[in-house]
Every structure is written in structure tokens, then in C-alpha cells.
């Protein structure tokens, strides 16, 4: 079925970069990555060579490279990704997809190292070198995102509209919808790994925990379902008509957006009777997700992922240990979890300690004074 979604060509594809190419598909081929880290490092390694095939009028072998090929790579990345908040403060700073690309490309001149493929004479270990040396003092470090508190709405707005009387595809959509936006928020899943699902998967909402294969990370792990969520699915299920193993999150319509942004995609006329079911792509749960929030004046930035966020700050919140939010979430390393999500919690607990213990300038000299009141004057 197509998705809409495709698959990046093999490295090399449509430049002059023949034998690099063949390199690189081989290194790629070596790569213990999940099938989604392989394309992303597919995406970089299509962007380095674009970027030899421009700046070298074509490049058939690896003798042409030398020890600036990263140095100058990672300037044309951030040139052609650049971070807009970082230069509407006057800096230029890459993006994590630019950062991201210089990985691959670093990953296949240690691989041509490794193999005695670079020129003679070119040090891996000096192309790292000059890379740092142009960087200056300062590192950039990742560019946390804030949710907003009250995110949550996203969920209550699809809860509060009143569910259509007569069956069909608008009451489906938003028996759906409700679902949707309560699982999201509830396992923290991400929104391939929901839109992954089947019935099946979830036993139409009977089942108290869902086990996830299709990860970003390739490693199943296994998520929680709250009652609520569980009876929001029981009841979008119980009305739908297709198998048990039909996408979890269906298509109820191929309806067109109008003008005056009343209705979304899927949302509006009928689909055939009998049709196989189809899932919603991330595109329209991003519209859904976009046009609640704007409905409820949050802020411009809420997303799907704004959902998984809040979960994993709200159990940080309530104490669960920052090794289990990742274990749900699906990270490899704790440390990830605390970088992006756990330090709005630890800013907030930091803020109750210095509450806790702290004095208030007129409260400090007040204490400092009397303490001088209690020592004896020697002139006495």
C-alpha cells in the first residue's frame, strides 16, 4: 500500500559519485542500526555525496578526498540546515538533522579508514581534529522544547464535543479521535508506534497492556493502558465494522478540508461500504493535534509529541524513577530522558529546595543582624 511515505535512493543515486556510493551502501549494509536509524544515515550519506558532486564537479574515486572534506561538509550543513532560532539570535548553529548528517558522513570515513580506502597520507583522526578546531570554545548542546502545561486540553477538547446521535463516519471519527488522543498521552507512545497498531493489538480495548514491535529503536517494549483508555477504545471499536486486524486508528471518510478549516481530512464524507480499512497518517494526527490546540490557545509549538512529553514529565512529577520513564518511553539510555524531558522536574524540584531552604534578602539580613546582636562587645 502506498503511504505516501518513501524510501530515500541508495547513496550515490543520481550523483557522480559512483565508488563512493558503492562504499557507502556497503558500510550502510554492515551497520547494526534499526531500518529508521539506517535511513536517516541514508538521508546524510546522499547529502555528502550531493555536496562532493557540487563542490568537486563529480568525485568517481576516494582518492580526491583530503583532511577538510568534514571541515567543509559540516559548513555546507549548516549553511543549507540552519537552526532559525539560533540565527535570530545572531549565531549560526546547525540543526539536529544537519549534526545528524556529519554523523554519517564521520561514520563512513572511519569506515574507509578501517579498510585502507582513504588516500595515503589522510588521517581520520586529523579530519576529526579540524572539524573541532573550527568550532570554537562553544559546543552546541541539545535545544530543549517547553510544553505547555496545560496540553492536556488536547485530549479534553476531542472529549467535550458532543458525540454525533446517528452512526457514521463523523461519530466514528470522533470515537476515534478520543481514543487517539487518550492513548497517546497515556503510554507515551509516538505516533508511528500508535499508528502501528491493530485490534488485535489492543483486543479492542480489553487488553491492559499492549506490547510495541514497530519502535523507532527496533527493540519491543511494552506500554500500559489506563481504564479510561481502555473503555474510549471499546466504544470506537464496538461501532467499526472490520476485522480484528484492521489498523487500530482507521480512516473514516475522504473528506476534503474546506476553505474555512470547519473540517479535516478523513473527516468529512463517507467512504465506500465494504472498503478495506486504512490507517490515518502522522500528517493528519499532527492537523488534529494542531487545530485543538489552536482551538484552545495553546501554545504554537503543541504537537503529538507534546502528549508523550507531558506523560513523561507528569510521572517524573509524581516520583517514578527517571530509569523506569525511559523503560516506557523506549530509550536506550536514561540519560536521553533527562536531557529532553526531565529537566523542566528537576528545574521545579531545584526551585522547592531553594523555597524550602532559601531566605529572602530582607529575612538574611534580619538573621545576619541578630547573629551579630548575640556576640559580645569586647569593648563592653
Not at 540543526?95 to 558522513?105: E, G, H, K, N, S
Not at 488485535?200 to 529503536?217: F, I, P, S, W
Request: charge should be positive.
Amino acid at each position: 500500500m502506498d503511504d505516501g511515505r518513501q524510501t530515500p535512493p541508495s547513496p550515490g543515486e543520481g550523483t557522480a559519485s559512483p565508488v563512493l556510493a558503492g562504499y557507502a551502501e556497503e558500510m550502510l549494509q554492515a551497520l547494526d542500526l534499526s531500518p529508521l536509524s539506517k535511513t536517516t544515515y541514508r538521508c546524510g550519506l546522499n547529502a555528502l555525496l550531493t555536496f562532493i558532486a557540487e563542490a568537486q564537479s563529480g568525485v568517481g574515486s576516494p582518492e580526491a578526498i583530503d583532511e577538510e572534506l568534514l571541515h567543509r561538509f559540516a559548513l555546507w550543513l549548516r549553511d543549507r540546515y540552519p537552526d532559525l532560532r539560533a540565527r535570530a539570535r545572531g549565531e549560526a548553529r546547525p540543526t539536529r538533522t544537519a549534526r545528524t548528517y556529519l554523523v554519517a558522513a564521520k561514520r563512513l570515513m572511519n569506515w574507509l579508514d578501517l579498510h585502507e580506502l582513504l588516500p595515503a597520507g589522510v588521517s581520520y583522526d586529523r579530519m576529526l581534529r579540524r572539524i573541532d578546531s573550527g568550532r570554537g570554545t562553544r559546543r552546541a548542546g541539545y535545544q530543549q522544547r517547553r510544553t505547555d502545561p496545560g496540553v492536556a486540553r488536547v485530549i479534553t477538547h476531542f472529549l467535550r464535543q458532543p458525540l454525533p446521535d446517528r452512526q457514521g463516519p463523523r461519530r466514528l471519527a470522533l470515537l476515534r479521535n478520543r481514543a487517539l488522543m487518550c492513548v497517546l498521552y497515556d503510554t507515551g507512545m509516538r505516533i508511528s508506534e500508535a499508528l502501528a497498531l491493530t485490534r488485535e493489538d489492543v483486543l479492542d480495548g480489553r487488553a491492559h497492556k499492549v506490547r510495541l514491535t514497530l519502535t523507532k529503536n527496533g527493540k519491543p517494549r511494552t506500554v500500559f493502558l489506563s481504564s479510561e483508555s481502555q473503555q474510549l477504545l471499546q466504544a470506537y471499536c464496538r461501532e467499526r465494522s472490520d476485522g480484528s486486524y484492521a489498523p487500530l486508528f482507521a480512516s473514516h471518510g475522504r473528506g476534503k478540508a474546506s476553505r474555512d478549516g470547519a473540517h479535516v481530512p478523513g473527516y468529512g464524507d463517507s467512504a465506500p461500504v465494504g472498503a478495506a480499512a486504512q490507517g490515518i497518517t502522522p500528517q493528519y494526527v499532527w492537523q488534529l493535534v494542531k487545530k485543538a490546540a489552536q482551538a484552545e490557545g495553546l501554545y504554537d509549538n503543541t504537537s503529538p509529541h507534546s502528549l508523550r512529553h507531558r506523560r513523561a514529565q507528569d510521572l517524573l512529577d509524581e516520583g517514578m524513577p527517571l530509569e523506569w520513564v525511559a523503560a516506557l518511553l523506549g530509550h536506550q539510555h536514561p540519560d536521553t530522558t533527562r536531557v529532553v524531558y526531565a529537566w523542566e522536574t528537576d528545574e521545579e524540584r531545584l526551585a522547592d529546595m531553594v523555597s524550602t531552604y532559601g531566605l529572602s534578602p530582607s529575612d538574611a539580613q534580619r538573621k545576619r543582624g541578630a547573629a551579630n546582636d548575640d556576640v559580645p562587645n569586647p569593648d563592653g
